[in-house]
């Protein structure tokens, strides 16, 4: 089982619309979520993070944990064309062994249509 | 600040050469990344470093990847000799702490495009 698993996509909205994004991890003792934005051969920059279980809001971003599902989304709302990029998931894992490291899924692809 | 920068940008090499990638982190940051990203695999992390010092290099594919820090503005990673399933994207990241209660927020840098023949 992968670490981080997220649908590869590409998931298409239409302009306006909430586009939503999802990711499930295995490490029960992850505590840091992150949602990372990469455009086409750009490096990935940070968009989101989550501690707490429920929701961050940030602009049009919504970030929702569930630690008892080990499930983390990012909802866009409004979603616009220029949204249109890799959105990459990232969770702390070791937290245990005390030398944390962060664990990437391989991303959902997004298109956001005019 | 200049953020994270690497170099170079693009590296096209031949099967068996030796490889060196470079990264200068944002002054400041403790915590260094080399990463590599391929559309299989995605963004892997292949070691990290805090204050100069290899914490974990788990993620090292083989005895043919070295990576070092030998101060606090300056990483490799070095590969030696490269092979065809190296190419993929290595991308270099610094943040400022790696714990629960700082701040986790890694800095990219454009990385680094490479491809062996």
């Known amino acids: 089982q992968k670490e981080v698993e997220q649908n590869s996509g590409p998931l298409s909205v239409p302009e306006g619309a909430i586009a939503s994004l999802n990711c499930t991890y295995s490490?029960?003792?992850?505590?840091?979520f992150f949602w990372y934005r990469q455009y086409s051969g750009k490096s990935p920059e940070l968009i989101m993070f989550?501690?707490?279980?429920g929701d961050k809001e940030d602009g049009r971003f919504t970030a929702q944990l569930n630690k008892a599902s080990q499930y983390v989304s990012l909802l866009i709302r409004d979603s616009q064309p220029s949204d249109s990029a890799t959105y990459l998931c990232?969770?702390?894992?070791?937290?245990?062994?005390?030398?944390?490291?962060?664990?990437f899924g391989t991303g959902t692809r997004l298109l956001v249509s005019p | 600040d200049a953020g994270v920068i690497q170099s170079p940008r693009h590296e096209v090499t031949e099967m068996g050469q030796e490889v060196t990638l470079r990264c200068k982190p944002i002054?400041?940051?403790?915590?260094l990344f080399w990463y590599r990203q391929t559309m299989m695999r995605g963004l892997e992390l292949l070691i990290y470093?805090?204050?100069?010092?290899?914490?974990?290099d788990s993620g090292m594919p083989e005895d043919r990847f070295s990576a070092k820090m030998p101060n606090a503005s300056f990483s490799t990673l070095k590969i030696q000799p490269s092979e065809p399933r190296d190419s993929a994207v290595y991308f270099c990241?610094?943040?400022?702490?790696?714990?629960?209660?700082?701040?986790?927020?890694?800095?990219f840098g454009s990385g680094t495009q490479l491809s062996v023949l």
């Open positions: 990241a610094s943040s400022l702490g790696a714990g629960v209660v700082t701040n986790e927020k890694l800095f």
């Open positions: 490490d029960r003792g992850s505590q840091s």
């Open positions: 989550i501690y707490s279980n």
């Open positions: 990232a969770v702390t894992t070791g937290v245990d062994t005390g030398f944390q490291k962060l664990v």
């Open positions: 002054s400041g940051h403790d915590y």
């Open positions: 470093f805090n204050n100069n010092v290899p914490i974990d």
